[in-house]
């Protein structure tokens, strides 16, 4: 049994920027690769990010640049952040957590959480 908790979503300012928070319960954190998925309104989920279990290698879905994956496996945590936030953005942000890097990138995880608002305003 593992369980996800994210935290830090919130209302921003479009042009501002976010840092989420996910912690994991349970043990061999340091085993899973660790992903960021997002649903918006009336839209389908959508992966923002995956870094594997080392934390030296990222995968992006987005090519813009604006989003920053990162890990600290002393303390059982992935992190997420989004700088020059778009109304857009605005979304349900998932961590979530899988065994295989291309199964996590294409949506196949074994673990997920419950996710955390984010809501950009322009």
């Known amino acids: 049994q593992v369980q996800l908790v994210e935290s830090g979503g919130g209302l921003v300012q479009a042009g501002g920027s976010v840092r989420l928070s996910c912690v994991a319960s349970?043990?061999?954190?340091?085993?899973?690769?660790m992903a960021w998925f997002r649903q918006g309104p009336g839209k389908e989920r959508e992966i923002v990010g995956a870094?594997?279990?080392?934390?030296?290698?990222v995968y992006y879905a987005e090519s813009k640049g604006r989003c920053t994956m990162s890990r600290d496996n002393a303390k059982n945590t992935v992190f997420l952040q989004i700088i020059s936030l778009k109304p857009e953005d605005t979304a349900v942000y998932y961590c979530?957590?899988?065994?295989?890097?291309?199964?996590?990138?294409?949506?196949?995880?074994?673990?997920w959480g419950q996710g955390t608002q984010v809501t950009v305003s322009s």
């Open positions: 979530a957590a899988g065994l295989s890097f291309p199964s996590v990138t294409r949506g196949n995880v074994d673990y």
């Open positions: 349970g043990r061999s954190f340091s085993n899973f690769v």
């Open positions: 870094i594997n279990p080392s934390g030296n290698g």
